[in-house]
């Protein structure tokens, strides 16, 4: 970054805007892909507001009520959906045709099947990543990005979090991460898990997929365990959660070389963007925000110094909730 850009605004603790009110889908559906995957969506919010996508993260998490809330229903129309082998859509936890490229297909899928023209895009965490990757490449049918926790899917990234960084810092849930891997296969563990969390074995499966949650779930916030999502603990989601973040990771995201999205952005200049970090988030470090910042100058870059990586930390709701307002007006 040029020495003379300018700080990152930073989230102030007072007077913190909440979540929007809770609002129930007017429509729901699944769309069929062309393959083995059938996608669930639903529409929330205003039947002709201003139309945004809303991208879960993980790979391999899902669509919950709360991401609904992140937008004013009496202006926006919201869409969401289940990525493929996630949530409500069909078959769970399938990696069968399950890359980056074919998630990219399915968000113009839905765009075509919804007759929206160009919308705002919004995604934490993977959705970051998919949101960044979807831009770069339909960047005509994009009219603004709101990303939280930004997630390049870096080698780097990886090594921190799933071999040698975040263990550090969190030395007693590493433990329990490295639990069901044998000593000689803790060298590479995207590797070791990877080879369970496809293994024939339904048992086999459920126990490695229950660690990987875990590890997950208790470094997402800096409130610390209590704050790990309960949908973590079930063993259903776990299991389709982990294969298919593994599955992503193992296969550095299906990208075709070692910093693709940084390499990229040349093809998003100019488009308008946020980009909202927790400064103390252990799962995407901040440094990734930092260099998208700089490849990215025209993005409004907010740190917000009391939270880690979870969506629903207070400062990370104020400054996204603002974020979206903002993109309203354009």
Request: with cysteine; glycine share 8%.
């Amino acid at each position: 970054m040029e020495r003379n850009t300018p700080a990152p605004a930073v989230s102030a603790s007072a007077n913190r805007r909440g979540l929007f009110p809770e609002t129930d889908p007017f429509s729901s559906g699944w769309l069929p892909t062309g393959g083995p995957h059938e996608i669930y969506y639903e529409e929330c919010g205003k039947k002709d507001g201003k139309p945004c996508v809303i991208l879960h993260g993980g790979p391999g998490g899902a669509i919950n009520p709360t991401m609904r809330r992140f937008f004013d229903p009496a202006k926006w129309r919201m869409a969401l959906f289940d990525q493929r082998g996630c949530g409500k859509s069909r078959p769970n936890a399938s990696l069968e045709d399950n890359t980056t490229w074919s998630l990219i297909a399915d968000i113009e899928r839905l765009r075509e099947h919804l007759g929206v023209e160009k919308w705002t895009v919004f995604g934490g965490s993977w959705g970051s990543t998919l949101a960044l990757a979807y831009a770069i490449t339909h960047p005509d049918r994009v009219e603004a990005l709101v990303l939280r926790g930004v997630f390049l899917l870096t080698a780097r990234e990886l090594r921190w979090f799933y071999q040698d960084g975040a263990s550090m810092m969190f030395p007693d849930a590493w433990a329990r991460f490295c639990a069901p891997i044998p000593p000689e296969e803790r060298g590479d563990m995207i590797s070791a898990y990877h080879k369970r969390l496809t293994h024939a074995d339904r048992r086999v499966q459920a126990e490695a997929a229950a660690a990987w949650s875990q590890w997950e779930g208790d470094t997402i916030s800096i409130r610390g365990p209590e704050a790990r999502p309960s949908k973590f603990n079930e063993i259903d989601f776990a299991i389709a959660f982990a294969r298919i973040e593994c599955h992503f990771f193992a296969n550095h995201g299906f990208f075709p070389e070692e910093g693709w999205i940084l390499k990229n952005m040349e093809k998003i200049r100019g488009m308008p963007g946020w980009i909202v970090q927790g400064r103390f988030d252990v799962v995407t470090p901040m440094e990734a925000a930092w260099n998208l910042k700089a490849a990215w100058p025209e993005a409004r870059f907010e740190v917000v110094w009391d939270a880690g990586h979870a969506s629903t930390e207070p400062g990370i709701v104020d400054a996204l909730v603002r974020a979206t307002d903002q993109a309203f007006t354009l």
